[in-house]
């Protein structure tokens, strides 16, 4: 086991600092939920305030909207589950991996039920749109690309693909099949969709 420096002990948050982040998770899991339950259009941030049992300065002290709250708080969330950029040394298993590390993530039923609500508020509302593109996709598509190259690097793909065709190829099905229409998502449809979508890549000019 690590040993803990005096530095490390003087750095942790103590007093007044642990209850702010005490107070801020429980706001985090409220917004979740409520989300998650009623959808981003009809959230309020009262709403927020009464699953959480916090009063309304403690919501506005963080955030001076509904959509200032939620983008920043999903995007946290999305940062914790970015792909993995550490190549393996084989596009087949960067592709594998990408597939089974979000098929978990998506699995999560909060998840299943926010994605897609969030999706269809951004054909609405294109503050959140714009928001959430640059909070949570650029980021992820950001490290798709960065595998993607990686395998360019090794030869296992051509230079000239098109690199934003390429990063959708590796999501977009299984997200379809988790979110919208369905159906198994065992090893077997594992093993075809890393072939399909290595095929797809190869073709992606």
């Given at each position: 086991?690590?040993?803990?420096?005096?530095?490390?002990?003087?750095?942790?948050?103590?007093?007044?600092?642990?209850?702010?982040?005490?107070?801020?998770?429980?706001?985090?899991?409220?917004?979740?939920?409520?989300?998650?339950?009623?959808?981003?259009?009809?959230?309020?941030?009262?709403?927020?305030?009464?699953?959480?049992?916090?009063?309304?300065?403690?919501?506005?002290?963080?955030?001076?909207?509904?959509?200032?709250?939620?983008?920043?708080?999903?995007?946290?969330?999305?940062?914790?589950?970015?792909?993995?950029?550490?190549?393996?040394?084989?596009?087949?298993?960067?592709?594998?991996?990408?597939?089974?590390?979000?098929?978990?993530?998506?699995?999560?039923?909060?998840?299943?039920?926010?994605?897609?609500?969030?999706?269809?508020?951004?054909?609405?509302?294109?503050?959140?749109?714009?928001?959430?593109?640059?909070?949570?996709?650029?980021?992820?598509?950001?490290?798709v690309a960065t595998v993607l190259h990686q395998a360019i690097d090794r030869g296992e793909l051509p230079a000239?693909?098109?690199?934003?065709?390429?990063?959708?190829?590796?999501?977009?099905?299984?997200?379809?099949?988790?979110?919208?229409?369905?159906?198994?998502?065992?090893?077997?449809?594992?093993?075809?969709?890393?072939?399909?979508?290595?095929?797809?890549?190869?073709?992606?000019?």
């Open positions: 086991m690590e040993s803990t420096s005096r530095d490390d002990v003087d750095r942790r948050p103590t007093g007044s600092a642990v209850l702010r982040e005490s107070v801020t998770e429980t706001i985090r899991r409220a917004v979740f939920e409520e989300l998650a339950q009623t959808g981003f259009a009809r959230m309020s941030m009262e709403a927020v305030t009464r699953r959480a049992r916090v009063g309304k300065a403690a919501l506005y002290r963080r955030w001076p909207s509904k959509e200032a709250m939620v983008v920043e708080l999903v995007s946290e969330a999305a940062a914790e589950h970015l792909p993995a950029t550490a190549g393996s040394g084989s596009l087949r298993d960067d592709v594998e991996r990408f597939v089974r590390d979000t098929m978990a993530d998506l699995r999560h039923p909060l998840v299943g039920r926010i994605v897609p609500d969030l999706v269809a508020e951004s054909a609405r509302n294109p503050s959140l749109s714009a928001a959430l593109h640059e909070a949570v996709l650029a980021p992820r598509r950001a490290a000239d693909i098109d690199m934003g065709l390429a990063v959708d190829l590796f999501g977009a099905p299984l997200y379809l099949r988790m979110l919208a229409v369905g159906g198994p998502t065992d090893d077997a449809y594992v093993a075809r969709l890393t072939r399909a979508v290595l095929s797809a890549l190869a073709a992606s000019r």
